[in-house]
């Protein structure tokens, strides 16, 4: 699966965001992750293909939606009240079942197909 992302940007703190992914193919669940300068790759948020079961890292939840567009195979992933912290490359992920359980109980199942990468920055 090809995934292509797009929304990134310089935004400033406070701001909303909205991040897509597009799939060229079906997958068990769209996956968010980002990885700071220095910093691991850490899970944002997923969404299943079929029935559009919601996943939220505990640290995203309260400032991120997900939401799925089945006609145009992209994955929306709304960011709020963004901070200097949320400043990362943000990763859409094609997710099979297995890596969504292991993401969201803290754990990290090896992904084959990854997106390019879509760089957020958020000034103060």
């Known amino acids: 699966v090809q995934l292509v992302e797009s929304g990134g940007g310089l935004v400033q703190a406070g701001e909303s965001l909205r991040l897509s992914c597009t799939a060229s193919?079906?997958?068990?669940?769209l996956g968010w992750f980002r990885q700071a300068p220095g910093k691991d790759r850490e899970f944002v948020a997923a969404?299943?293909?079929?029935?559009?079961?919601?996943y939220y890292a505990d640290s995203m939840k309260d400032r991120v939606t997900l939401s799925f567009d089945f006609t145009k195979r992209t994955a929306y992933l709304q960011m709020n009240e963004v901070k200097p912290a949320d400043t990362a490359t943000y990763y859409c992920?094609?997710?099979?079942?297995?890596?969504?359980?292991?993401?969201?109980?803290?754990?990290?199942?090896?992904?084959?197909?990854w997106g390019q990468g879509t760089l957020v920055t958020v000034t103060s």
């Open positions: 193919g079906y997958t068990h669940a």
């Open positions: 992920a094609a997710m099979p079942y297995r890596a969504v359980v292991a993401a969201t109980t803290g754990g990290f199942l090896h992904i084959d197909d």
């Open positions: 969404i299943s293909w079929r029935d559009e079961n919601k």
